[in-house]
């Protein structure tokens, strides 16, 4: 028999029992919309928080000291064999080094006139800006101190600018940091929040500085950005090797975006496919709807069917027919789910433009092929059924 | 007509066109069990989080040094404060009223040597109220002895996993272990009871908070825990401790005080959330399978015109016609749901039996809800084709016609 | 006991109205046993449906028992049908997945009579009509005979004052159907007003009053002297 007779007869068949096509098409559309929806989700939500880690560049190398890595807490707690300034100093020669960046954090009082606000400081480099992408908005960063120990300079986060000094000039005013004097030099432009940190609530100063200020000798970690050219791995390398030089053992611990992107993006990826697989539960019962009603349909028809093969059907194209059915209710739900979900998607970011919604086609057309494998699997039983009858018997049901 | 009689009427529809009834049943079964399991899994793991928190008790007061004017947020638990906190402030706070016990920490990392090997652990200095305040036994030996906290004594005790890594659990009280530059000898081994809001104790020596500040050559303590009385004290307390500790750093504020509620609170709401969610999207799954017994309700109906007509002519009214089919809808729902029960209680059983840290525990809303979902669901979609029925002609329903096919 | 006054019942066959009934005028006393016969299409059916409630009528009333329930709601109606009025039809209508004597009881199943009183009635009319030994046949494991047996059982479980047959011996053997008229009258002369639709004259002439219709009128309207 050809394909369009089958379709044609497959489509009439579905045409005239209208209703119970219509709700069994509606059960896998259902099922369709949730899984897309929530893949679609999960997705918006990986590029989300790789767009945030991402935004510190990605040729760039932290290193912390203590080797176990405690939840990357290694930095925060006191160490024996401490990073230094110096060891971040001797970084810079290394060959395809960029930017160096040491980096300590605390906080404490930042005071203007008679304003005080309690923020983050952080003391670094003057290489800071340039090395995590942080743009300067007025005046300029931290000045590069060559060797010697720094001046008081800082440099204001968005925030704490409108905090303290609302619209007034801030650069080349005095403030106190911790109590002590420090003149401004710069002020970052808005950067907002990375998962929960805001990233303009923080007041920078000299390293050196920063770490007289918290009393503490080493830092909590060392940026290395290096230029294209040279592969993650043998970066890290040379800069291991370098700091061993240094220490004389290997009490310090590396990790290039690379790998943090990786195991990153590992979970994540885990999370989406999860979180898909919720919505293909309500797939399963859609799939269920079908395998019923086909196999009533399959009840129903016994005399059509016997007719069938009495005329001359052969068992496969019995078979066929129904396999046909089911693929095709399937399918189109997949159509009607993808269309609904499509809208949803496209109304939702439009009210909401700062979701991170990608309506990637490949998910769609995955999702097609997903229904018409489950009106696949779904149909193979009822199908079996109907070309298993005895002719003879099913027209005496008539 | 009696309930009774009526799911006998029923029942035997039911079991007459069985492979109908079974896959309506599992249709709503697959539905209920998911959202028992989500939702199972998701308590489970709040309750986990909560366990976790509750051991550190409701009468403790964590000091952090440094302050974030950002409130609501995540309190600095990073990062230094630009004051320390010293010895002297844990004994200015011991001596407050309604304060029964104060715990000064610094943590830190260094190499830990003994027998020839050695490895990089975590080294917390502390007091024996730590041992009290945290609830942390020893199994073998003493905790820390009572020192005025700034004396260092060359003594320590030790995580079951370091006996394990550096002493092939060989009998350790009384030797020693090297930390860092310094000696200390073992006076005691703590009971594995592993992580404790994320510090993996076994693995860490634990020894007196001045050789701890002497080995990091630091004289600000991590955090401080102060053990009130009992919790009603705390709130009174909390601003006491605020005044006191601004009194001593300058009139500056820059410390901040967490209890356990503040951060079990974020964690419940968080974790209250995703469970509700996940049990919302597999309840969707519901909601097909609704839709699944409308049709089944609309084939059943077409089929049993006549016997519709031969109901009314006996004396059946539109109610009684429409109450029948809305019931067999809702039998299969309910006994669906039944199922649904027992496959996801199952399955959550075997997880606990495979996995015995993984916590269980369906929260009761998710059982009700699911079944009375299930129920209504059902009654909302069979109500439409049950009123087809119920307001079928009889005369024309007997012949076997409905309206359409005059 | 029946009065039927200018009955008209219209119905639309595709494109062509059809007048099922025509003003109709009747009289029927209690205990009466009438035939009514005609041509296929001549209304006796829709006729039979109005008597027993099953259909209402565009125009014209009906009094039972001195009450007007042509224009009584489908509730009201259904629950005369239930109390007064029995139905036989030709083609049975059993539930194919009950028993003999659940198909029995089913009106009083429908009136929620407790099973210890449904019990007894049912076992009295199945010994009555000789059932009792297929009380708990399906209604595939019985003969055509045995089948319209436990449909009139069931019509009379509830002693309705009105018993409709409509062309009861339509789909059976002469011998059953015999059988089953005999056992219809039989019940007529215990008290119970039977209405037969048939279009056997032969059938038909057992009645006391005989009914023609046609064209949805009442055409003639017989009675026998000693009725």
Known sequence: ?398 | MRTADLLRFNGRLLTGQWFRTLMTLLATAVGVAAVLLLTGMGEGARRFVLNEFNLLGNDVLIMLPGRKETSGGIPPLTGEGTRDLTLGDAEAVLHLPGVRNVAPLVVGLTQVEAEGRNREMMVVGTSPAFFTIRNIDTHQGQPLPQLPLDRAEPVCVIGPKVQQTLFDQQQVLGRWLRTGDRRCRIIGVLDSRGVSLGIDMSESVIIPVASAQQLFNTEGLFRLFIQVQHPGLIETLKPRVLDLIQARHQGERDITLITQDSLLGVFDDILQLLTLAVGAIAAISLVVAGILIMNITLISVSQRTSEIGLLKALGASEREVHRLFLSEALLMALLGSATGVVIGYGLLLLGHWLWPEFPVSVPLWALLGAITLAAAVALIFAWLPARKAARLPPVLALKGLTDAQR | ?227
């Open chain 1, 1 to 398: 028999m050809r394909s369009a007779d089958y379709s044609r007869l497959t489509l009439r068949t579905l045409r005239a029992s209208r209703m119970r096509s219509g709700l069994t098409i509606l059960g896998i559309a259902i099922g369709i919309c949730a899984v897309v929806l929530l893949t679609t989700l999960g997705a918006g939500i990986r590029l989300y928080v790789l767009e945030n880690f991402s935004q510190f560049g990605s040729r760039i190398i932290a290193i912390n000291p203590g080797k176990s890595q405690t939840g990357g807490t290694g930095g925060l707690l006191a160490s024996t064999r401490p990073l230094l300034v110096a060891d971040a100093d001797s970084l810079r020669s290394l060959p395809y080094a960029e930017y160096v960046v040491p980096v300590v954090q605390g906080s404490g009082a930042i005071e203007f006139g008679r304003r005080v606000r309690y923020t983050d400081i952080i003391g670094t480099g003057s290489d800071m800006a340039s090395a995590w992408r942080f743009e300067v908005a007025r005046g300029r960063f931290l000045p590069d101190s060559r060797g010697s120990y720094p001046q008081p300079l800082a440099v204001l986060g968005h925030k704490v600018k409108q905090e303290l000094f609302a619209e007034q000039n801030a650069l080349g005013q005095f403030i106190r940091v911790g109590g002590e004097r420090y003149r401004v030099v710069g002020i970052m432009a808005e950067k907002g929040q990375m998962l929960g940190f805001d990233l303009d609530d923080i007041v920078y100063i000299p390293v050196q500085r920063a770490l007289s200020l918290f009393n503490r000798t080493g830092l909590m970690e060392i940026d290395v950005t290096y230029r294209p050219g040279i592969a993650a791995d043998a970066m890290a390398e040379q800069v291991r090797q370098r700091l061993i030089g240094r220490h004389g053992v290997e009490d310090f611990s590396l990790i290039t975006q690379d790998e943090m992107l990786q195991s990153m993006d590992r979970i994540l990826a885990i999370l989406t496919l999860a979180i898909g697989g919720l919505g293909g539960i309500s797939l399963i019962v859609g799939a269920i709807g079908i395998i019923t009603i086909m196999v009533t349909s399959v009840q129903e028809r016994r005399a059509e069917i016997g007719l069938l093969r009495a005329i001359g059907a052969t068992r496969r194209q019995v078979m066929r027919l129904f396999l046909g059915e089911a693929v095709l209710l399937a399918l189109v739900g997949g159509c009607v789910g993808i269309l609904v979900s499509g809208l949803a998607l496209g109304g939702l970011a439009l009210a909401i433009p700062a979701l991170p919604i990608q309506l990637d086609p490949f998910y769609l057309l995955l999702a097609l092929a997903l229904s018409a494998l489950v009106g696949l699997i779904s149909g193979v039983l009822p199908a079996r059924r109907a070309a298993g009858l005895n002719p003879v018997l099913a027209l005496q049901s008539e």
């Open chain 3, 1 to 227: 006991m029946i009065r039927l006054q200018q009955l008209c019942k219209r119905y639309q066959l595709g494109d062509e109205p059809v007048q099922a009934l025509d003003h109709v005028d009747l009289n029927i006393a209690a205990g009466e046993y009438l035939s009514v016969m005609g041509p296929s299409g001549s209304g006796k059916s829709t006729l039979l449906n109005m008597l027993g409630l099953l259909d209402t009528p565009d125009s014209g009333h009906y009094w039972l028992n001195e009450h007007e329930v042509s224009a009584l709601s489908e509730e009201a109606r259904a629950a005369e049908r239930n109390r007064h009025i029995g139905f036989v039809f030709q083609a049975y209508h059993l539930i194919d997945r009950l028993s003999a004597r659940e198909n029995i009881e089913l009106p009083l199943v429908l009136n929620s009579t407790p099973p210890a009183a449904r019990r007894p009635r049912v076992d009295q009319l199945l010994e009555r009509l000789g059932l009792d030994r297929h009380a708990e046949h399906l209604p595939h494991q019985l003969s055509g005979g045995q089948r319209q047996r436990v449909a009139i059982a069931r019509a009379v479980i509830r002693k309705p004052q009105l018993l409709l047959a409509d062309e009861p011996t339509g789909n059976l053997d002469s011998h059953s159907g015999r059988d089953v008229i005999e056992l219809l009258e039989e019940l007529n002369a215990e008290g119970i007003t039977l209405v037969m639709v048939t279009h056997d004259p032969a059938m038909g002439r057992r009645a006391r009053r005989r009914l023609w219709m046609q064209d949805g009128k009442l055409l003639k309207d017989e009675q026998d002297a000693y009725g």
